[in-house]
């Protein structure tokens, strides 16, 4: 099955920061959506980027479908951004429509 | 509009008792999914359904069995739990990835089981 791999997998910044998430596929996919899951356990769509760049306030995603790559950029980083940030895929193969899997995850701390 | 509501939030079980873990969905969504999360292992899809009365299984299905009986239903049973089976247990939901739809998924608070 596909592969998916999340880089750094821990990430410390202090408040203010600037950082770069990055997410790596094995093979092509149909959907890609990155998630924030924050202290309590709950679990918030954050993007929905098979594709380009997309911004929302001090978040940002860009995927490159033909390098198998998305990153995912945090800006003026706040004590409420800290989590786990997931990426998840759907292989773009007819018999994996649906089966939409996840990366294991970017722990990011951020400081005060 | 309760969005995805897992029913129980909490649940310990013994080696070889059996249980059903239910999700409820009030979206309308086509797609259905229970995901396990263990510590340092991300999210792992254990069974998925593109539409009522279909069932699919996804990386991690040994030890579990669905039915999508309903469209705003997805159950997730345990015939005989194992100690291996202790994680945190999600519920998401989409619809397909067509026309304006993204797919974007939604999940549920989570059902956290023990078995010891």
């Known amino acids: 099955g596909i592969q998916v791999e999340q880089s750094p997998p821990d990430l410390i910044l202090q408040e203010g920061a600037n950082s770069t998430l990055r997410c790596n596929f094995s093979d092509s996919v149909n959907n890609l959506q990155w998630f924030h899951q924050n202290p309590w356990g709950q679990l918030i769509n954050l993007f929905y980027i098979p594709s380009g760049t997309k911004q929302n306030g001090r978040l940002s995603a860009t995927t490159v479908a033909t390098e198998r790559y998305s990153l995912l950029y945090i800006s003026s980083s706040q004590t409420t951004d800290s989590g786990v940030y997931f990426c998840?895929?759907?292989?773009?193969?007819?018999?994996?429509?649906?089966?939409?899997?996840f990366g294991a995850g970017t722990q990011v701390v951020v400081t005060p | 509009n309760a969005g995805v509501t897992q029913t129980p939030k909490f649940r310990v079980l013994k080696t070889g008792q059996s249980m059903t873990l239910l999700c409820a969905q009030d979206?309308?969504?086509?797609?259905m999914y229970w995901y396990r999360q263990d510590p340092g292992m991300g999210l792992r899809l254990i069974h998925y359904?593109?539409?009522?009365?279909?069932?699919a299984k996804g990386e991690v299905p040994d030890g579990y069995n669905v039915s999508r009986l309903k469209k705003q239903n997805f159950l997730l049973g345990l015939e005989s739990a194992a100690p291996s089976q202790t994680s945190v247990y999600f519920c998401a939901s989409s619809y397909p990835k067509s026309g304006t739809n993204t797919g974007e998924l939604f999940f549920g608070e989570g059902s956290r089981l023990t078995v010891l």
């Open positions: 979206m309308n969504h086509e797609y």
């Open positions: 359904s593109v539409g009522e009365g279909t069932t």
């Open positions: 998840a895929v759907e292989p773009w193969a007819s018999d994996s429509w649906g089966k939409l899997q």
